[in-house]
């Protein structure tokens, strides 16, 4: 399933094997929540911007248009035409996010749904049935991701209750994937890591999930309040405990800069709504740092958002183009700059599994680590 190929230091060059192909990690999860890339970017459109992998949520897919609807049109390969391997969030962050509606107990969370307010339940095992109708790669486990900051005492049990919900997980899964009628019988499980920033906890989950010998981990409840350092703080802790020989998966995160300092921190997998998202308001990533096409400066500038970028943009048109399109209020200028956004991330990885492979990732580190994250 899992094949570390080669180190550098703590970064990892390896091969993840899904029932739908295998992912060259360090790898980046295009994000398609709803099935579908927000800036009108279709399933050949990803494959043409180099994605190997999409992410979509289970909790927006039960929530609309239903997780059995998706299972009777063959699962969400079929539903999306995206032939390539998908994993689903299993929903605890988007429920995180809703504390207002929400109830947590022991069995799972009752909240509200966005979209009509009606009363939904959530429990471990029904994450896993609606996961098991998605027919994705990889499920998620159900979990509780935690404000930061939160109270010492509420983390601690609510690490050890997203244990029980994880050991729960494992048993549906097992159950789903022996199904004679699965969509996915080759899914795969990941386990997340909670702890808030507190280490101590990190640990002792991490170890705890670790016994459980699941196809691969995440660090989840990252990159929601906390500053960069204490991130990298919690991955290097975190790190030690993670098996060698699955994949690991940084949840939600994030900038180019995160991204290459995760790397060196041992991380495989990735996933953010950061390049899509911000490509739709304008700002978009080259080689050089971040721009904002929006700037007046770019309405009369022939050239392409970046001149050492292949993308389907840059190949075709120009800044004073895009930045029209944005000013007229054109629907294009969102494809095009999220097109461009996600061409930059795929490619991103790539050049990172190239420094891998040749043992050059801490000079590639030097050189663009920190320049990545200008904005010019």
Same mark, same amino acid.
């Given at each position: 399933?899992?094949?570390l190929?080669?180190?550098?230091?703590?970064?990892?060059?390896?091969?993840?094997?899904?029932?739908?192909?295998?992912?060259?990690?360090?790898?980046?999860?295009?994000?398609? /929540? $709803?099935? &579908?890339?927000?800036? #009108?970017?279709?399933?050949?459109? !990803?494959?043409?911007?180099?994605? +190997?992998? @999409?992410?979509?949520?289970?909790?927006?897919?039960?929530?609309?248009?239903?997780?059995?609807?998706?299972?009777?049109?063959?699962?969400?390969?079929?539903?999306?035409?995206?032939?390539?391997?998908?994993?689903?969030?299993?929903?605890?962050?988007?429920?995180?996010?809703?504390?207002?509606?929400?109830?947590?107990?022991?069995?799972?969370?009752?909240?509200?749904?966005?979209?009509?307010?009606?009363?939904?339940?959530?429990?471990?095992?029904?994450?896993?049935?609606?996961?098991?109708?998605?027919?994705?790669?990889?499920?998620?486990?159900?979990?509780?991701?935690?404000?930061?900051?939160?109270?010492?005492?509420?983390?601690?049990?609510?690490?050890?209750?997203?244990?029980?919900?994880?050991?729960?997980?494992?048993?549906?899964?097992? /159950? $789903?994937? &022996?199904?004679?009628? #699965?969509?996915?019988?080759?899914? !795969?499980l990941?386990?997340?890591? +909670?702890? @808030?920033?507190?280490?101590?906890?990190?640990?002792?989950h991490?170890?705890?999930?670790?016994?459980?010998?699941?196809?691969?981990?995440?660090?989840?409840?990252l990159?929601?309040?906390?500053?960069?350092?204490?991130?990298?703080?919690?991955?290097?802790?975190?790190?030690?405990?993670?098996?060698?020989?699955?994949?690991?998966?940084?949840?939600?995160?994030?900038?180019?800069?995160?991204?290459?300092?995760?790397?060196?921190?041992?991380?495989?997998?990735f996933?953010?709504?950061m390049?899509?998202?911000?490509?739709?308001?304008?700002?978009?990533?080259?080689w050089?740092?971040v721009?904002?096409?929006?700037?007046?400066?770019?309405?009369s500038?022939?050239?392409?958002?970046?001149?050492?970028?292949?993308?389907?943009?840059?190949?075709?048109?120009?800044? &004073?183009?895009?930045?029209?399109?944005?000013?007229?209020?054109?629907?294009?200028?969102?494809?095009?700059?999220?097109?461009?956004?996600?061409?930059?991330?795929?490619?991103?990885?790539?050049?990172?599994?190239?420094a891998?492979?040749?043992?050059?990732?801490?000079?590639?580190?030097?050189?663009?680590?920190?320049?990545?994250?200008?904005?010019?």
């Amino acid at each position: 399933m899992f094949k570390l190929i080669k180190t550098e230091g703590r970064a990892r060059r390896g091969e993840l094997v899904t029932a739908h192909g295998a992912v060259q990690t360090p790898a980046f999860m295009n994000v398609a /929540t $709803q099935a &579908a890339i927000k800036g #009108a970017l279709s399933a050949d459109d !990803l494959e043409a911007v180099g994605c +190997q992998i @999409a992410l979509s949520n289970t909790y927006h897919l039960h929530v609309r248009p239903g997780d059995e609807l998706i299972r009777s049109l063959g699962g969400l390969h079929k539903f999306m035409s995206w032939t390539r391997p998908i994993l689903t969030d299993s929903g605890g962050f988007q429920i995180f996010s809703l504390a207002g509606l929400r109830k947590i107990t022991e069995e799972g969370v009752t909240f509200a749904s966005h979209v009509d307010g009606r009363r939904i339940f959530m429990s471990p095992e029904g994450a896993m049935r609606i996961q098991a109708n998605l027919g994705s790669d990889i499920a998620m486990a159900f979990d509780e991701c935690v404000e930061i900051p939160s109270p010492e005492p509420y983390v601690a049990s609510s690490c050890e209750r997203t244990y029980r919900w994880l050991e729960r997980c494992k048993a549906e899964w097992l /159950t $789903q994937t &022996a199904r004679d009628d #699965a969509i996915n019988p080759g899914q !795969l499980l990941f386990g997340i890591n +909670q702890g @808030a920033t507190f280490p101590e906890l990190r640990v002792r989950h991490m170890r705890q999930i670790a016994e459980l010998d699941l196809p691969g981990y995440a660090i989840g409840g990252l990159a929601v309040g906390e500053t960069h350092a204490e991130m990298y703080d919690i991955i290097d802790i975190v790190e030690e405990h993670m098996p060698q020989n699955r994949p690991r998966y940084l949840m939600g995160v994030g900038t180019p800069s995160n991204i290459i300092e995760s790397v060196a921190r041992g991380i495989d997998m990735f996933d953010c709504v950061m390049p899509a998202r911000n490509g739709r308001h304008g700002h978009l990533f080259t080689w050089r740092g971040v721009i904002n096409i929006n700037n007046e400066r770019h309405g009369s500038d022939g050239e392409p958002i970046d001149s050492e970028c292949g993308c389907p943009t840059c190949r075709k048109h120009s800044r &004073a183009y895009l930045r029209h399109l944005f000013k007229s209020g054109e629907m294009l200028a969102m494809r095009l700059a999220v097109t461009h956004n996600l061409y930059f991330y795929n490619t991103l990885m790539s050049r990172i599994r190239a420094a891998l492979d040749s043992g050059t990732f801490g000079a590639f580190r030097r050189e663009y680590s920190e320049t990545l994250s200008k904005r010019i």
